[in-house]
């Protein structure tokens, strides 16, 4: 498993399709189209959903997936439904990789071991933890070789449907917003799913120092934004073992990551917040996307512009409106923002993507397949 995820982290092999896949769907980006990617709208289980993404660095950190079909591992007559996840890393696209290989085969097994009625959010709970420890595992394999392993992380946002329930999972600063509106109604209702655990925000940063009160040196102020230990924004995350564990605070790890304070207990942790909520006639669409999104556009505006848009398409408009708040931002116009060089992106935007799932009242498909689209 790790030999073939190296692999294809750098490039040593061709093919990644998993064999237990009926139907696998790979969005591959065109970088003649200024580094963005889309598919504009497709059928999941539940009704149609529309994805974007598009790149800043020079390596894009961000990964996003939706799984439409079987839910575990049991052949027949298991649970079925859709799943969505956004991966946003940082310290390169280690992390994020790893947790779309995995996180959602580890769900898969955690449903799959549990008899009878499903207990979902035990079983994401379970499959974070699970993926969690894959990457510990991998890190401390590996610690001679890549010490770097331990200095990557992932915040990782995931949504489940099944029988007209969602459950929203979030470990990061990813966000998930519900847009409901009813008959005749003119506006919509914008509903955050899920917190945001970025060190911004100061009731994160007040629940993290009630946890390490004998942290004398837990935020710094860098560059404006305060920072864990002086180095990361978010609150929880996948990986970042070094600020998790006095295991990796060594060398041979780059000396910017050692910490001068001890790691007493794990700073970040990688538990997320669980919602569970029940779906109504009246909740029409669900927006998953990376805080590069949301960094310009509030979640009002991105359920007006989903609300206004031709479903085709949807989440490249709130692409479009990111990187043109994004380029007002910089004092720049719109295609000169996208227009600059990769080395330059990073500085005016992060990495997007955004998957944007519609409900509907449609019938499921004849033929039980199982679609895996990945960007």
């Known amino acids: 498993m790790a030999g073939r995820f190296f692999a294809r982290l750098f490039g040593l092999s061709g093919s990644d399709d998993n064999p237990r896949t009926t139907i696998r769907g790979r969005i591959k980006g065109n970088k003649r189209k200024h580094y963005h990617w889309e598919k504009k709208l497709a059928r999941h289980l539940c009704g149609q959903y529309s994805m974007a993404v598009a790149q800043a660095n020079l390596k894009n950190e961000d990964r996003c997936q939706l799984v439409s079909g079987s839910l575990s591992n049991i052949a027949r007559n298991g649970p079925t439904g859709v799943f969505v996840g956004i991966y946003d890393g940082h310290g390169g696209d280690i992390c994020s990789q790893f947790v779309l290989d995995n996180l959602f085969n580890d769900l898969k097994s955690a449903i799959s071991n549990q008899p009878g009625h499903v207990d979902y959010p035990a079983a ?16 401390r394999r590996n610690w001679e070789r890549i010490p770097r392993l331990a200095a990557v992380g992932s915040c990782c946002l995931s949504g489940v449907v099944c029988n007209n329930v969602l459950h929203v999972a979030n470990a990061g600063d990813s966000r998930a917003v519900l847009a409901r509106w009813g008959v005749g109604d003119e506006n919509a209702e914008a509903v955050q799913l899920s917190i945001d655990y970025n060190a911004q925000d100061e009731d994160r940063r007040n629940e993290l120092q009630l946890q390490h009160t004998d942290d004398p040196v837990l935020f710094s102020v860098v560059n404006g934004t305060y920072r864990v230990r002086g180095r990361i924004q978010v609150t929880r995350a996948i990986g970042d073992f070094y600020l998790k564990s006095n295991e990796f605070n060594r060398e041979p790890l780059e000396a910017r990551y ?18 569970t909520y029940d779906l109504e006639a009246d909740d029409k669409f669900v ?8 960094t310009d556009v509030t979640n009002e505006e991105a359920v007006s512009i989903v609300k206004r848009s031709p479903r085709s398409g949807a989440a490249k408009a709130l692409l479009v409106e990111a990187l043109s708040k994004a380029s007002q931002r910089n004092n720049l116009e719109y295609q000169q923002l996208i227009n600059l060089p990769l080395a330059d992106k990073r500085y ?7 998957v944007i799932l519609f409900f509907d009242n449609l019938p499921a498909p004849v033929i039980a397949q199982t679609l895996v689209v990945e960007m």
Do not use: C, M, N
Not at 124 to 139: C, K, N, P
């Open 124 to 139: 994401i709970q379970q499959a974070y933890l699970s993926t969690e420890d894959r990457f510990l595992g991998l890190a």
């Open 258 to 275: 050692r910490q001068q304070q001890p790691i007493v207990r794990p700073i970040l942790k990688a538990e997320p917040t669980i919602l």
């Open 287 to 294: 927006i998953f996307a990376s805080d590069g999104l949301w």
């Open 348 to 354: 005016h935007h992060d990495d997007i993507s955004i």
